[in-house]
T-cell receptor, first 117, second 113 residues
């Protein structure tokens, strides 16, 4: 099925360990995003890539790095994991970064649940 | 950043009942979006609203863009078990960049048989 694929689905880390969350989309979208979802809070944007070759900070970028590897793939890296980074991470994509049109919607992956001990 | 207040936080209803949930903001939005998240999945767009006062339906779902542009509501009629999930509102401000998309905290809906 076409869509956004995230790996891994689950991961447990110890404080200080590093890891990379992978995301790939097969819809030929230009823009890709990483969000985190915490209990009782809405989705918060970590980083986004409006187009291949560009990345920008979102609302909560501290402690994360991203790489737009090519048009399909956008990875999120935690260099030194902290318990505060325990969360569910969602990757999303859209044809363009401007969303004020019915023709351009965010498509989300199934999420990656990360626990930092 | 902008804040969205979504209520209620959770609802337990009987199958067949109607449901209403809403979002309010202290800021004006140009677009309101409603998403549903099934357990273990990512959010999926249900309805998008682009004009103040707009009323839009998608099957048993109806959503409205408040005339003040600071609120929106979602109604579900004749609920069924597959309506279970978390419903999120999201408001889009400014010139419509995804960077300006703010999500509500969600309404957890449970439908009892």
């Amino acid at each position: 099925n076409a869509g956004v694929t995230q790996t891994p689905k689950f991961q447990v880390l110890k404080t200080g360990q590093s890891m990379t969350l992978q995301c790939a989309q097969d819809m030929n979208h230009n823009s890709m995003y990483w969000y985190r979802q915490d209990p009782g809070m809405g989705l918060r944007l970590i980083y986004y890539s409006a187009s291949e070759g560009t990345t920008d900070k979102g609302e909560v970028p501290n402690g994360y790095n991203v790489s737009r590897l090519n048009k399909r793939e956008f990875s999120l890296r935690l260099e030194s994991a902290a318990p505060s980074q325990t969360s569910v991470y969602f990757c999303a994509s859209s044809e363009y970064v401007i969303l004020s049109s019915g023709a351009n919607v965010l498509t989300f992956g199934a999420g990656s649940r990360l626990t930092v001990l | 950043g902008q804040q969205l207040n979504q209520s209620p936080q959770s609802m337990f209803i009987q199958e067949g009942e109607d449901v209403s949930m809403n979002c309010t903001s202290s800021s004006i939005f140009n677009t309101w979006l409603w998403y549903k998240q099934d357990p273990g999945e990512g959010p999926v767009l249900l309805i998008a609203l682009y004009k103040a006062g707009e009323l839009t339906s998608n099957g048993r779902l109806t959503a409205q863009f408040g005339i003040t542009r600071k609120d929106s509501f979602l109604n579900i009629s004749a609920s069924i078990p597959s309506d279970v999930g978390i419903y999120f509102c999201a408001g889009l401000g400014g010139y419509g960049s995804a960077r300006q998309l703010t999500f509500g905290s969600g309404t957890q809906l449970t439908v009892l048989p």
